[in-house]
């Protein structure tokens, strides 16, 4: 079958829309009509040739998405023709000793591991090979994905919100609740105020946080932060002096949602003792962060995560519930919605930090 898709053909380059032709789903695919796909920092790593899982072009993009259900592959009874869904980053196996351990995001199912490094071969231009980011590439009008990726959602809920569900929201609220596990009253600090430690907020507020210290080097994305419940913000200098200033002692949980050189061993150091730190952004390769060992030694715990330690069938149907209650705001982190030819200037808004999220809307 034909469809448009934002197609990468020249890292650093400009994507191209084409015709390229999507096959039909295999046994346990499932090919999604693509309503709405965010536009994330991982996808801008990809284009500019700095992603390890996106090796060989041409390329789709895009990974955070929601949509309909077209068609099913043999074997496929999760969903069916007509069921709108979010599609999960991660469609674990199930099998494997990591699923059997209900760390789903440490799948090391063989299908699932083919899937992280482009998917078996569904989409072709001019009849050569297109992969998919993570097996999905959802800057298209249609997406051949695995039946184990795709949540069910309500009919009536919005797929430009939804769909942000599956990486910046479960990224940044699976790092509070599922990572650090954030109690009530705790004191937390964010750094990096962006689409994803937004939700890094808002998961503090969920989780019962008192105080939530927002941390971000741009002004308007600190007054973004306060509306998503930061009981206090600042502009990064010396970070452990701020924060004591607030928080004596430290706060208990910090989160690095930056990924900039630098900023994980301060955050480190605003912590308590016995605090958690979690580097939520995507780390800065070959830059060791230095960490104090004499902190360490007092109970603190330097963390990591991958998309929020997400069991997808558990922590997307929740958030979609929260967000239908009104108690995640979903609508605040949208600020725009560009059709797929203006995905390039989607990308671009991205990277300038201006925006909180852009939803490709189809
Ligand atoms: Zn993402
Ligand atoms: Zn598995």
């Given at each position: 079958m034909l469809m448009r898709a934002a197609v990468l053909t020249e890292y650093g380059k400009p994507m191209e829309i084409h015709e390229a032709d999507i096959s039909d789903p295999g046994p346990g695919e499932v090919r999604v009509q693509v309503k709405a796909s965010g536009v994330c920092g991982s996808d801008l790593k990809a284009i500019d040739g700095?992603?390890?899982?996106?090796?060989?072009?041409p390329f789709i993009l895009g990974h955070e998405s929601a949509g309909i259900v077209e068609s099913v592959g043999a074997g496929v009874s999760a969903v069916k023709p007509g069921d709108h869904v979010v599609v999960s980053m991660s469609g674990p196996c199930g099998r494997c000793p990591a699923c059997g351990a209900g760390r789903f995001h440490l799948c090391s199912g063989p299908d699932r591991i083919a899937t992280i490094m482009?998917?078996?071969?569904r989409v072709h231009l001019d009849g050569v090979e297109t992969r998919r980011f993570i097996?999905?590439?959802?800057?298209?009008?249609y997406a051949v994905v695995r039946e184990a990726a795709c949540v069910k959602i309500a009919k009536d809920a919005p797929f430009d919100a939804m769909c942000?569900?599956?990486c910046g929201v479960i990224t940044g609220v699976g790092a509070v609740l599922n990572v650090a596990r954030v109690e009530h009253g705790a004191a937390v600090l964010v750094v990096g105020c962006g689409g994803v430690g937004l939700n890094v907020i808002q998961g503090a507020v969920l989780a019962g946080a008192t105080t939530i210290i927002a941390a971000d080097v741009a002004e308007q994305k600190l007054k973004l932060a306060e509306r998503f419940g930061a009981t206090h913000t600042l502009i990064p200098a010396d970070l452990p002096a701020q924060v004591a200033e607030i928080v004596r002692g430290g706060v208990d949980h910090a989160f690095?949602?930056?990924?900039?050189?630098g900023v994980l061993a301060s955050a480190f150091a605003a912590t308590a003792p016995g605090g958690t730190t979690v580097m939520v952004g995507s780390p800065p390769q070959g830059r060791p962060a230095q960490i104090e060992p004499g902190l360490l030694f007092a109970s603190r715990r330097l963390m990591g995560t991958q998309g929020g330690d997400s069991a997808p069938h558990r922590d997307l149907p929740m958030l979609a519930a929260l967000a239908q209650q009104g108690?995640?705001?979903?609508?605040?982190?949208?600020s725009e919605r560009l059709p797929l030819e203006r995905i390039n200037e989607a990308v671009e808004h991205t990277r300038q930090g201006a925006v909180a999220r852009t939803v490709i809307t189809f």
């Amino acid at each position: 079958m034909l469809m448009r898709a934002a197609v990468l053909t020249e890292y650093g380059k400009p994507m191209e829309i084409h015709e390229a032709d999507i096959s039909d789903p295999g046994p346990g695919e499932v090919r999604v009509q693509v309503k709405a796909s965010g536009v994330c920092g991982s996808d801008l790593k990809a284009i500019d040739g700095k992603s390890p899982v996106v090796s060989r072009l041409p390329f789709i993009l895009g990974h955070e998405s929601a949509g309909i259900v077209e068609s099913v592959g043999a074997g496929v009874s999760a969903v069916k023709p007509g069921d709108h869904v979010v599609v999960s980053m991660s469609g674990p196996c199930g099998r494997c000793p990591a699923c059997g351990a209900g760390r789903f995001h440490l799948c090391s199912g063989p299908d699932r591991i083919a899937t992280i490094m482009g998917g078996p071969p569904r989409v072709h231009l001019d009849g050569v090979e297109t992969r998919r980011f993570i097996g999905i590439g959802s800057f298209a009008e249609y997406a051949v994905v695995r039946e184990a990726a795709c949540v069910k959602i309500a009919k009536d809920a919005p797929f430009d919100a939804m769909c942000l569900l599956a990486c910046g929201v479960i990224t940044g609220v699976g790092a509070v609740l599922n990572v650090a596990r954030v109690e009530h009253g705790a004191a937390v600090l964010v750094v990096g105020c962006g689409g994803v430690g937004l939700n890094v907020i808002q998961g503090a507020v969920l989780a019962g946080a008192t105080t939530i210290i927002a941390a971000d080097v741009a002004e308007q994305k600190l007054k973004l932060a306060e509306r998503f419940g930061a009981t206090h913000t600042l502009i990064p200098a010396d970070l452990p002096a701020q924060v004591a200033e607030i928080v004596r002692g430290g706060v208990d949980h910090a989160f690095d949602v930056t990924g900039v050189p630098g900023v994980l061993a301060s955050a480190f150091a605003a912590t308590a003792p016995g605090g958690t730190t979690v580097m939520v952004g995507s780390p800065p390769q070959g830059r060791p962060a230095q960490i104090e060992p004499g902190l360490l030694f007092a109970s603190r715990r330097l963390m990591g995560t991958q998309g929020g330690d997400s069991a997808p069938h558990r922590d997307l149907p929740m958030l979609a519930a929260l967000a239908q209650q009104g108690r995640l705001d979903l609508s605040g982190l949208i600020s725009e919605r560009l059709p797929l030819e203006r995905i390039n200037e989607a990308v671009e808004h991205t990277r300038q930090g201006a925006v909180a999220r852009t939803v490709i809307t189809f």
